[in-house]
């Protein structure tokens, strides 16, 4: 393991000053665009409630006990480095170190030790976990006697599980495949473990037939006492001293000791991580010399036109599009057959996303309450549908920020590029929804009215969500993996813009029943109330596809792709 | 300069470097040319010491690259094609950083005497996103003249260039080659480089099909009017294939799914 002198990551650390000061720059000079000032009031607009709530909203709460916080804190990294070992085991991807096209270029190639690549990584992240440190301090400052030490600790312990995570990503890309089997399953099992751990501790903290918002209520409990369990605790070793920083009542001898221990643990797991890259390093050159010496290869290269006869499943759903669509509808089928490569590639990675969600939508099932349990079931649907498939199906203009000029160059009209480019997205989240909806009414029995009503909103909640998330991404692109300030305020952002929108609809949805009982006779009231519901639902997906084609034509190859 | 004996790269199940042996001298110009997909830009890579080489013995400017891969590095330049390039630095940043980098002495004149010849004087302080592509690879040969490096590996360095701008390239080659490195220019324009090539390594299906000075493989056939068709022959191109015409004709337009992997290019 060598180390490059001190000169040489004064040299990084400065080309990351140039770059993050062009990038400051670069934003100045756009601010004064239309859509730049509406995002820059907002992301203000944002900062300015957040503080002001922790000033003066959540400050009026009864403070936290600190030491539950700190378990909560350490135990709660533990969950985090579980939910990234599962991931990496589970993603067919291999990173080297993250590195950008560029980074590899001009950086593998130079005189760098591997050590130097990942202070440097490591480095990139250190602004951005100061300020998550910083935003959680306003939240829990009212907790703890010293914010200072707040925000140290947090920091350290945010740091430290990046560490974790790149050390868990180049030690999963250094597997063999029998090996990663293994490790999925263990993996996988560990992660299962964690889950009834909160289960049980849900049943046991909730007496049965308890209404559903307790169950809500008390599962957040049951998560932190499962962080605070001592197995989770014994896992939770390195983040002890970050958290003990964090919760720090008085200056003592003690809390130097932590300060220097927390310090400390950052080189030491830096120091882990390029030892477990070379080691992958190393396991990935011999199982090729392996392979080449067994003769286990071949001369020429396959795979390289996959016709959708050669796709299986998705194969036959391509070509049963192209027996039931129109020759005009071609150009669609296409995009959707390019999309069905992915899907396939990394059907895995979607199936294990879609899990979690699938089992917290059917969760209200087990609380006993019938029409509680059909409302929350319907609730955490919707929830999934507009919080967690977004990111996990990014199979559509988003993944495509580098290929845009050749998206650009088809000779296809811009609805039918998002069509086509949306299409698989929206129809695994329908998927999803269907087989959530049929399970719960099988089992809740809500009439066939509240099944209709639900499943024609949700669905259009589903093309809402996709095509507004991508006509987002198109007014406000970013690279597939880019991290730092703007992407974590524009998360926060979409976030509370989702929010939003589902209580409006929700309103307006309440508004719209009250209307047809109280202005329609009863006989055509309900049909009236699901039938207007689910029209005005597809009409808001509708404009969100209209406006996700408006801003495929308005994007501009030439500005509208920033910097990586 | 340059002794490669036995190099072999198995991507995955594919092999796509197949015992391939040269050596080169300083000074010496060798084009690395053969069909797409033949191994070239992965041999260079391996020798840039980019991706590891999964067998065979790689000695640059007289470094082992398993054994000492950093000083290698100090003393070779690798110029891919279509040079990715840091889109938050300007051009005058690229060449600041690098010249840190490799501890070049003289910096500022030296990069702007580079910047002068090769007609980016004027973009010092353009950001990477607003060159050309011709002037992006401009730009990475300037990064790479920088340090002086001992052996130059540049791959498809024409591609994207303006006739002046060949011109120009070509030159400062025979000058590098003059001083003392070893070039090796992986191209298709073989027109282009025949004149300043003193070697050529013609490659295919991953596996040498010819190592030797240029004037050797044109002997060699005969027939050949110029290297261009002494390369043909070689690598027994056009035999049983369809005319360039019958093919635009016949065959439709389709839009190939593979086109938009993420497949990484070999």
């Not at chain 1, 296409?334 to 979607?350: C, E, F, P």
Request: charged content about 15%; aromatic content about 10%; some cysteine.
């Amino acid at each position: 393991m060598g180390w490059d002198h001190f000169s040489v990551h004064r040299q990084l650390g400065q080309l990351n000053l140039q770059r993050a000061m062009f990038r400051w720059r670069r934003m100045l000079l756009r601010l004064r665009s239309p859509r730049r000032i509406i995002a820059t009031s907002l992301a203000v607009a944002f900062f300015l409630l957040y503080i002001f709530s922790g000033i003066f909203i959540l400050s009026a709460r009864q403070p936290a006990d600190p030491e539950r916080l700190r378990l909560w804190l350490s135990g709660g990294m533990v969950i985090y480095a579980v939910y990234h070992l599962l991931r990496s085991v589970w993603t067919p991807r291999i990173a080297d170190l993250e590195l950008t096209a560029a980074e590899q270029l001009w950086l593998t190639g130079a005189p760098l030790q591997r050590s130097s690549l990942v202070v440097y990584h490591i480095g990139n992240v250190f602004f951005a976990s100061m300020l998550k440190a910083c935003l959680l301090a306003v939240v829990l400052a009212y907790d703890v006697s010293h914010v200072e030490l707040l925000v140290l600790g947090v920091f350290g312990a945010l740091v430290l599980l990046e560490t974790t995570r790149l050390g868990i990503v180049r030690w999963s890309a250094g597997l063999d495949r029998d090996r990663q089997i293994r490790m999925r399953i263990l993996a996988t099992a560990l992660a299962v473990c964690i889950a009834l751990q909160v289960l049980a501790r849900l049943f046991a903290a909730t007496p049965a037939g308890s209404p559903t918002w307790l169950y809500v209520l008390n599962s957040f409990h049951a998560l932190g006492e499962t962080a605070s369990c001592q197995a989770i605790q014994w896992l939770s070793l390195p983040w002890i001293a970050s958290a003990e920083l964090a919760v720090t009542e008085n200056y003592t001898l003690g809390t130097l000791l932590s300060m220097l221990l927390s310090a400390a643990l950052l080189p030491a797991s830096i120091a882990l991580v390029i030892y477990t890259d070379a080691w992958a390093c190393r396991q990935r050159l011999q199982r090729e010399q392996q392979r080449l010496a067994a003769g286990d290869y071949e001369r020429t290269q396959h795979g390289g036109d996959a016709s959708p006869e050669d796709l299986g499943l998705y194969g036959w759903f391509v070509s049963m599009l192209e027996r039931f669509t129109s020759a005009s509808d071609g150009k669609i089928v296409a995009l959707i057959a390019r999309q069905s490569v992915s899907v396939r590639r990394y059907w895995g990675t979607i199936v294990f996303s879609f899990i979690v969600p699938f089992a917290l939508c059917l969760s209200p099932l087990l609380t006993g309450q019938i029409t509680e349990q059909w409302i929350f079931v319907v609730g955490g649907i919707a929830l999934c549908t507009t919080l967690l498939a977004p990111p996990a199906l990014r199979l559509d203009f988003r993944r495509d920020l580098r290929r845009m000029v050749l998206l650009r160059s088809l000779p296809v009209r811009p609805l039918q590029m998002v069509l086509g480019q949306l299409a698989f997205p929206i129809l695994i989240t329908l998927l999803f929804q269907w087989a959530t909806i049929v399970i719960a009414a099988a089992v809740t029995h809500p009439g066939v009215w509240q099944v209709v009503l639900w499943t024609g909103t949700l669905n259009a909640l589903a093309v809402f969500t996709f095509a507004g998330e991508n006509a987002l991404f198109l007014a406000y692109p970013h690279h597939e993996r880019a991290e730092g300030i703007a992407m974590m305020i524009r998360a926060k952002l979409t976030f509370l813009g989702k929010a939003a929108l589902i209580g409006l609809a929700l309103l307006v949805l309440v508004v719209w029943g009250v209307l047809t009982r109280e202005l329609l006779p009863e006989l055509i009231s309900t049909p009236a109330f699901v039938g207007g519901a689910i029209a005005a639902a597809w009409m808001m997906a509708l404009i969100a596809v209209a406006a996700a084609a408006w801003c495929w034509r308005r994007f501009d190859l030439a500005c509208d792709i920033p910097p990586e | 300069m340059i002794d490669v004996q036995g190099l072999t790269k198995l991507y995955e199940d594919f092999l796509a470097v197949d015992d391939v042996s040269f050596s080169l001298s300083a000074g010496q110009i060798c084009g690395l040319v053969g069909p797409n997909g033949a191994g070239k830009t992965t041999t260079l890579r391996c020798l840039a010491g980019l991706i590891p080489a999964t067998a065979g013995s790689l000695n640059v400017a007289a470094c082992n690259l398993s054994q000492d891969p950093i000083q290698l590095k100090q003393r070779l330049a690798y110029v891919p094609d279509d040079p990715p390039l840091f889109d938050d630095l300007t051009v005058g940043q690229h060449l600041g950083f690098i010249g840190k980098l490799y501890g070049v002495a003289d910096l500022t004149s030296k990069a702007n005497r580079l910047l002068q010849y090769f007609e980016l004087a004027d973009k010092t302080n353009a950001g990477a996103t607003t060159l050309s592509r011709g002037m992006r690879q401009k730009l990475a040969v300037c990064c790479a003249y920088l340090f002086d490096p001992q052996v130059l590996l540049l791959d498809e360095p024409l591609t994207g260039l303006d006739p002046p701008g060949i011109r120009a390239l070509l030159a400062s080659i025979r000058l590098r080659a003059q001083a003392g490195a070893t070039v090796v220019i992986s191209s298709h324009l073989l027109a282009m480089i025949e004149d300043v090539c003193t070697h050529l390594l013609v490659m295919q299906h991953g596996r040498v099909q010819y190592f030797g000075a240029a004037e050797e493989l044109r002997a060699r056939f005969c027939d050949a009017r110029s290297l261009e068709e002494a390369y043909f022959a070689a690598t027994h191109d056009g035999l049983g294939k369809p005319a360039a015409a019958d093919v635009v004709q016949a065959a439709p337009v389709t839009i190939p799914i593979q086109a938009f992997q993420n497949g990484a290019s070999r």
